[in-house]
């Protein structure tokens, strides 16, 4: 049982290039999330997909987009990088239960934008 | 707004130590309380879990954490640390019935062998 699975795990970027981080979770969660982490700062929700088919904004979502490509998968867009978004990006999940669920998350992405 | 707050940043100890490590939030409503814990360069894992009844509840390696209501915390506890248990660790509350967590800014423990 995998779990959530991310890619790549590191990335070295250009400025103003651009990637896509792929997730997939085979725990058949609902919810899935993307954050980034950065010394100091905690956790910082990026999006999130509450269910197939939708997506939110949360704290940092400039300069991002996602897609809720189906249950599994939750890929996370950045169109034209910049070195603000070096950081370590993790994926999330949860199942349905109120609330109650624990998250579980991918191993992150370590990317650098230069 | 809803927010975690951990207070303490950083902490060092030595093996063998007590560890108390300080989560308090602000939502006047249900909550489900969780610690996650992130070790060098891995992701974060669920320590331990609280949603009703005892307050007090047990988690993985010899962690503990005791909900206090009435002081809006959830402290994490450890009686004594070892050299492996050097790690981040963070606080997490889901209010009510929202899909979000939301995160204290976490605590660096470093314990010295």
């Known amino acids: 049982n995998a779990g959530v699975t991310q890619t790549p795990k590191f990335q070295v970027l250009k400025t103003g290039q651009s990637m896509t981080l792929q997730c997939a979770q085979d725990?058949?969660?609902?919810?899935m999330y993307w954050y980034r982490q950065d010394p100091g700062m905690g956790l910082r929700l990026i999006y999130y997909s509450a269910s197939e088919g939708t997506t939110d904004k949360g704290e940092v979502p400039n300069g991002y987009n996602v897609s809720r490509l189906n249950k599994r998968e939750f890929s996370l867009r950045l169109e034209s990088a910049a070195p603000s978004q070096t950081s370590v990006y993790f994926c999330?999940?949860?199942?349905?239960?109120?609330?109650?669920?624990?998250?579980?998350f991918g191993q992150g992405t370590r990317l650098t934008v230069v | 707004a809803q927010s975690v707050s951990q207070h303490n940043h950083h902490v060092i100890l030595s093996e063998a130590a007590s560890l108390e490590l300080g989560c308090n939030y602000s939502?006047?409503?249900?909550?489900?309380l969780f610690w996650y814990v992130q070790y060098p360069g891995q992701h974060l894992q669920l320590l331990l879990k609280y949603f009703s009844g005892d307050p007090l509840v047990k988690g993985i390696k010899g962690f503990e954490a005791e909900f206090i209501k009435s002081k809006f915390s959830f402290n994490l506890r450890k009686p004594s640390v070892q050299w492996s248990d050097t790690a981040e660790y963070f606080c997490a509350v889901n209010a009510g019935n929202n899909r979000k967590l939301i995160w204290g800014l976490g605590t660096s423990l470093a314990v010295n062998p």
């Open positions: 725990m058949n969660h609902n919810s």
């Open positions: 939502y006047g409503g249900t909550v489900n």
């Open positions: 999330a999940s949860r199942g349905v239960g109120q609330g109650r669920t624990e998250a579980f």
